[in-house]
């Protein structure tokens, strides 16, 4: 049972994640997967979702997939209990996973039933297709990107930062734009998506 634990800032919700996973997290391992935020010149948000999981009692395993190959990347998952994407530019992040073949490993293991944790782009990635973020952030930066189509894990399309500064704007004019065309789920940074097999929830405040 695939079991998603979709953010759109980590550190503001670590109490419903740990009420999520159903069991003792302290002494657990976590990929923490950081290489959206490489294009990024603002990236405090990694350093601040790494430092919730050391205060959940969390062993991270910070890594970059850019760096490495596919045995590697699947090595590393496999070692560890828990998957995290972080924030970043989604388009680079897309981009990377495909060229990596990163994106097939993490969605092997989400189907074996890994926990998956996304933050902003990370949560982003398991829709259809990112072609609904296109003005939150900037595809420039993902220059070898052919296609907008995603990991596809689940139907519908997480809509990170609703109603935060200083995305909520472009939020809210994502919404106007596609809310007829697709199915979207806004989460504000206090609030998160918990999916468990084929159902899923908004919960937090």
Do not use: C, W
Request: no cysteine; net charge negative.
């Amino acid at each position: 049972m695939k079991r998603l634990f979709l953010a759109s800032s980590f550190a503001d919700v670590t109490e419903i994640f740990e009420k999520f996973t159903n069991e003792k997290i302290k002494g657990k391992t976590v990929t923490f997967i950081s290489t959206a935020s490489i294009p990024e010149e603002v990236t405090f948000y990694v350093d601040d979702d790494k430092k919730a999981f050391e205060e959940l009692g969390i062993i991270v395993h910070e890594f970059n997939v850019t760096e490495h190959s596919g045995r590697e990347i699947a090595n590393t998952l496999d070692n560890n209990d828990y998957i995290f994407v972080s924030g970043g530019n989604t388009f680079y992040l897309l981009q990377e996973l495909k060229n990596t073949g990163a994106d097939k490993i993490i969605a092997e293991q989400i189907k074996k039933g890994k926990i998956y944790i996304g933050a902003s782009a990370g949560s982003i990635i398991m829709a259809p297709s990112i072609e609904y973020v296109d003005t939150m952030d900037d595809r420039t930066k993902a220059e070898k990107l052919n296609k907008d189509q995603a990991l596809g894990i689940v139907d519908f399309h997480p809509l990170p930062h609703y109603t935060n500064p200083p995305f909520e704007t472009i939020v809210e004019d994502i919404i106007r734009e596609f809310e007829d065309r697709i199915d979207l789920i806004p989460i504000s940074n206090t609030q998160a998506i918990e999916v468990k097999g084929d159902n899923f929830k908004v919960v937090g405040k």
